[in-house]
């Protein structure tokens, strides 16, 4: 069986959009930055719009966080649907506008 995959893909501003399971999830710019050039961590939110009473009311919540694995050289993204990898070197393409989207791999429990 193979695993599903999910998207990664850029913003003019140079944040990232995580695409899985049907969910769009974000990277803001400065969190990409710091998880790139320092290693941190970086919250991977979501924005929820809701309607009641006829207002609209908007909500961000931490959905998971990105973070470089042990060996440094990809990018593991975990929130409540599961957890996925990438490159690093992927993830610096589709932040800096080189490319458009990099694909996300399911990790595999053995």
């Known amino acids: 069986m193979m695993p599903e995959l ?8 140079g ?6 399971e049907g969910e769009r999830c974000r ?10 050039f320092s290693g941190r961590p970086a919250p991977v939110v979501r924005e929820r719009v809701r309607r009641a009473s006829g207002t609209v ?7 998971g966080y990105a ?6 050289k990809a990018v593991v993204i975990r ?15 589709v932040a800096c506008g080189e490319a458009t989207s990099a694909p996300l791999f399911s990790e595999v429990q053995v």
């Open 6 to 13: 999910g998207i990664l893909s850029g913003t003019s501003a």
């Open 15 to 20: 944040g990232l959009i995580v695409h899985v």
């Open 27 to 36: 990277i803001s710019p400065a969190d990409v930055r710091a998880l790139i």
């Open 57 to 63: 009311m908007g909500e961000v919540t931490i959905e």
């Open 67 to 72: 973070a470089l694995n042990a060996a440094g």
């Open 79 to 93: 929130t409540r649907e599961g957890t996925w990898i990438v490159p690093l070197v992927s993830l610096r393409r």
